[in-house]
């Protein structure tokens, strides 16, 4: 199946997004709640397109849009500027304190509006309650409703299933989630974990809970050694280059 996205053709399976055939394609679409892990939620609305299919116009979350039938998709018309720039505008009324929407408020030439908290920073993208999800912890989720609405652990106490792998705090577009390192500990969402020690290079490289988490959800044991990523990924180079060095010697 084909479809133009700006004018240009390009090959699409049905049921693909907007968002991923034109990724293929070169063309970039601005997102908030997308992720190369998750693909769109459907959240923010800042990806909206305006599409053609079938002699319908209209506007669609490009990250969510599946395809079925030969479409003009434009990713940069006045309408979805104008989208845009509404929710930036609104974004920023939530989150003055994120350097994110602070700069796409200038970028999108936004009229200057009253924030509601100087210090908030979340957008309620969810990508952290996603990346929360996928890796099975669970720990933290949206609350409350309105303008009130914020991502929380349950009655804001420390929660039994958080592992502090620290994964939402990766993935925040915004800094919003505040996680500290200091002494071999990690505090995050009101708890405190204990960090493993790499025993080659002796730096902190992960909280013990999550670690063992991550062993216990693919079924294997790397507890054997306690490397950093960094210290395990040399020494198997080095593996590979004994095993190497070894054929050419028996060659
Ligand atoms: S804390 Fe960060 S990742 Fe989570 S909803 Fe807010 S902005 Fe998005
Ligand atoms: S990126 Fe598509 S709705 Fe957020």
Known sequence: MKIRIDGKETEVDPGETIMDAAKRAGIEIPTLCWSEAFGGQGVCRFCTVEIDAGGRRRLV??????????????TNTPAVREIRRNIVTLLYRRAPNSDLM????????????EASDPT????????????????GAYAISAVLRGIDKRIATPF??????????????EICPTGAIPLKEEDGRREIWHRSFQMSRCEECGEYYGARPAIEH???RLEFDISSENLCPRCRRGKLAAAVNDVSLHREELT
């Open 120 to 135: 908030e920073s979340c957008i309620m993208c969810r990508l952290c309650v996603k990346a929360c999800e996928k890796v």
């Open 156 to 169: 804001d106490e420390g929660s039994p299933d958080c592992v502090g792998c620290g994964a939402c705090a």
């Open 102 to 113: 602070k700069k796409l408020f200038h970028e999108y030439d936004c009229r200057e509006i």
């Open 61 to 74: 979350a490009s990250c969510t849009y599946p395809l079925s039938e030969e479409s003009d998709v434009w």
């Open 214 to 216: 991550v062993q216990r």
